[in-house]
């Protein structure tokens, strides 16, 4: 999926995801996550 700027996005809890820049220009993003107090906020995978 190709965001443009403003644009918003929601990805359901649980959900396996990654962002990248595909843009020449800088790019910044803002997230918002609810987490439970006993859950970590991310698990990385290869």
Known sequence: MT????DVLFIPAGTVHAA???GR????ELATYIVAKDKPLLTLVK
């Open 3 to 6: 965001l443009k700027a403003g």
């Open 20 to 22: 990248r820049n595909v």
């Open 25 to 28: 220009d800088a790019a910044s």
